[in-house]
Structures are given as structure tokens and as C-alpha cells.
């Protein structure tokens, strides 16, 4: 399977690092987990026809993670060389259902017209696609956020999206718990360690995250800036001592891992 970074950054402009997506590809199938502006196209760009797309997952409904739904939306529905009648699956946070009727009373014209569309809303829960496991664990980025974890038979990785930064998982142990000895975490970074986390994880909260769970590797991703003018991975190694990753967009990684 590959996983490919399509998008590294956030909503603040930075080069090399567009909004959040990250694509995996499974034989013939492609999971694409958050949609932010630009993973369209940046999924055509690598060769991956986005109107194959049939199963997005939504971590949270900010825009960097959201906007592209639009985008997508309109391609099924205005492409002269193609109608879509591949069904499309959306699974997301609460509210996503919401969200999606915004949408619609935005740009009524992207409503689905010849392919079914279903949105399937999570808490914290645990569900199987084929054969995947999919299960998720609340974030505390946003009150409904969730982080994702896939387990396929050939290996496992975590999502996480936008957490709250590491005080409350003393408390809450459920997000460690998901990442519990995954091969791959894909852990948000927003910041460099020792900056004011809040809302969002920093180096050292996600080099914490790692050790705690005992995961194989980790990659940094959704970086703001200043996370990309230190060296985030030094700074993640200092709690975690397996292999880290800092994500650029484009990315690729495999799972099993190339060096397994
Ligand atoms: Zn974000
Ligand atoms: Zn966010």
C-alpha cells in the first residue's frame, strides 16, 4: 500500500506544504483522508484519477481540511468526458452532515446528481470497510474532532488531524490507545516543542504521542512555519526513539514499511 502526503501544511502559506490530505492507495482502491484545498488536483497530478475516489474521511471541518469537498463535488458532476455513477462514501465528525447541507445551499449546483452519497457521522467507535478496521478517538482539537486508525492486513497507521496539545491526554488515554504499537503514525506538528500548544500538538507533544504508544515510525505533517525552520525531528527524538519522519507534500511511504 502507499501513503502519499498530498498535502503537509495548514491554511498559512508555506512553501512545499499545501492544506491537509493525505492519500492512501490500497491494490485499487484510494482512502483519502481530509480533503483541503488543493488534493484534487494535486491527486491528479499524481497520476491518481480522483473520480475513482470513493471513500473520504474527514477528521475535522476546518477549512484546511474540508475545502477541497467542493472541488471534488463539481468534478463528478461537470466533467464532459465522464458521469460519475461510482457511489461515494463520507465519513466524518459530528456535524459533518451540517456541513455538507452548507455546502449545498453555497454551490447547489455540485449536489450529486447520478451517483449515490452517503455520509456516515462517527464518535469515537470502531467499524469494518471490506477488510479494514477503521477505528477513531476523539482529539480534543474541536469538540467533535477524531483521529483515524486503519488496520489492514499488511500493517496499520494513524491519522491523528488536529489534536489539543498533550496536557489532556494524561486524562484521556484514548488517543494513545488508538496509536497503540501502529506501524505508522501520521501525527499533526504544528509547532515547534516548547511552543504554547492549546489547540494543537507541538515537537515534543508528538514525540511524546510516539513513545507512549510504542509506534514503529512517526511522520510529522501539517506544519506551520515556524515548524519548518528548526529541526522538528531532533526535537521529536528527544521523547522518541524509532524512526521520524518530517513530511514535505508528495511524500510516499509504504506500508509494510520499505525498511521492515
Ligand atoms: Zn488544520
Ligand atoms: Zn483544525
Not at 460519475?84 to 449545498?104: E, K, Q
Not at 477488510?131 to 482529539?139: H, K, L, M, N, W
Not at 504508544?213 to 528548526?230: D, F, I, K, N
Amino acid at each position: 500500500m502507499e501513503i502519499i502526503l498530498l498535502g503537509s501544511g495548514t491554511a498559512v502559506p508555506s512553501p512545499g506544504r499545501t492544506p491537509a490530505a493525505v492519500l492512501l492507495v490500497r491494490q485499487l482502491t484510494a482512502y483519502l483522508l481530509d480533503i483541503g484545498p488543493g488534493a484534487i488536483h494535486k491527486m491528479a497530478a499524481r497520476g491518481i484519477d480522483p473520480t475513482s475516489l470513493q471513500y473520504i474521511f474527514l477528521t475535522h471541518l476546518h477549512s484546511d481540511h474540508t475545502l477541497d469537498l467542493a472541488t471534488f463535488l463539481q468534478m463528478n458532476d461537470s466533467n464532459p468526458e465522464m458521469e460519475r455513477t461510482l457511489p461515494v462514501f463520507l465519513t466524518g465528525p459530528r456535524g459533518t452532515t451540517v456541513f455538507y447541507n452548507g455546502l449545498m445551499s453555497l454551490y447547489p449546483g455540485i449536489a450529486p446528481h447520478n451517483y449515490p452519497f452517503t455520509i456516515k457521522e462517527c464518535e469515537a467507535s470502531q467499524f469494518e470497510l471490506g477488510e479494514v478496521r477503521i477505528s477513531t478517538a476523539f482529539t480534543h482539537h474541536t469538540p467533535t474532532s477524531l483521529a483515524y486508525r486503519f488496520d489492514f492486513p499488511e500493517g496499520s497507521l494513524v491519522y491523528t488531524g488536529d489534536c489539543a496539545d498533550s496536557a489532556i491526554y494524561a486524562e484521556d488515554t484514548a488517543l494513545v490507545d488508538l496509536c497503540s504499537n501502529v506501524d505508522i503514525l501520521i501525527c499533526e506538528c504544528s509547532f515547534p516543542a516548547g511552543w504554547p500548544g492549546g489547540d494543537h500538538l507541538n515537537a515534543s507533544d508528538a514525540g511524546q504521542l510516539a513513545a507512549r504508544a510504542h509506534v514503529g515510525q512517526l511522520v510529522l505533517t501539517h506544519l506551520y512555519p515556524p515548524a519548518g525552520r528548526v529541526d522538528i525531528a531532533a526535537q521529536a527524538g528527544v521523547h522518541y526513539t524509532g524512526t521520524v519522519c518530517v513530511a514535505a507534500d508528495d511524500l510516499s511511504l509504504s506500508l509494510p514499511s520499505r525498511n521492515s
